[in-house]
T-cell receptor, first 114, second 111 residues
Framework: GAGVSQSPRYKVAKRGQDVALRCDPI?????LFWYQQALGQGPEFLTY????????KSGLPSDRFFAERPEGSVSTLKIQRTQQEDSAVYLC????????????FGPGTRLTVT | DAKTTQPNSMESNEEEPVHLPCNHS???????IHWYRQLPSQGPEYVIH???SNVNNRMASLAIAEDRKSSTLILHRATLRDAAVYYC????????????FGSGTQLTVLP
């Protein structure tokens, strides 16, 4: 079946531009996560949704980062006024939720801010 | 969350078994041990998880020490496609929350 998809796969933005990254989770998955992965490091948590509710946004690095999941399926991560330090791979993951532990990850969006 | 310690890198020859160690000396009784791996240019993928007993699935085996302070992921017969970063992660029972990744172990498989 279809896995988690993300678009675009690659994004180049000039410093100061706004970007929007999309995540299509596996159908029926309640939980959705965004992670940021810098080069050579493990992914770091950004935010977590259960259906349309954003239950945890403690990992968002600044108020320039905003995520939404208005209908409990597709999610968008928006970064306003991008900075060079925002350059990273942004990973989306989904899971059934509850006691289902396995998270399914998308391929990621590689953001390069020039 | 309790932390894990893994070697930065390991090498293995193709078609030989690989034992990837993980130390988690501060593990609590309700922490599950999870392993994920990340192939080049892909998102992480689930490999296996366990609590106390050893576990086997089609991808790997997980051997857990009796005191649970360490575990070992075993790939029975490494292939070139197993070259990846392997992450050992502790997850509290009942938690549907985020995974906390460390820096993992980069496994190189030599032909």
């Amino acid at each position: 079946g279809a896995g988690v998809s993300q678009s675009p796969r690659y994004k180049v933005a000039k410093r100061g531009q706004d970007v929007a990254l999309r995540c299509d989770p596996i159908s029926g998955h309640v939980s959705l996560f965004w992670y940021q992965q810098a080069l050579g490091q493990g992914p770091e948590f950004l935010t977590y949704f259960q259906n349309e509710a954003q239950l945890d946004k403690s990992g968002l690095p600044s108020d320039r980062f905003f995520a939404e999941r208005p209908e409990g399926s597709v999610s968008t991560l928006k970064i306003q006024r991008t900075q060079q330090e925002d350059s990273a791979v942004y990973l989306c993951a989904s899971s059934l939720g509850g006691t289902s532990y396995e998270q399914y990850f998308g391929p990621g969006t590689r953001l390069t801010v020039t | 969350d309790a932390k894990t310690t893994q070697p930065n890198s390991m090498e293995s020859n193709e078609e030989e078994p690989v034992h990837l160690p993980c130390n988690h000396s501060t593990i609590s009784g309700t922490d599950y041990i999870h392993w994920y791996r990340q192939l080049p240019s892909q998102g992480p993928e689930y490999v296996i998880h366990g609590l106390t007993s050893n576990v086997n699935n089609r991808m790997a085996s997980l051997a857990i020490a009796e005191d649970r302070k360490s575990s070992t992921l075993i790939l029975h017969r490494a292939t070139l496609r197993d070259a990846a970063v392997y992450y050992c992660i502790l997850r509290r029972w009942g938690s549907a929350r985020q995974l906390t990744f460390g820096s993992g172990t980069q496994l190189t498989v030599l032909p």
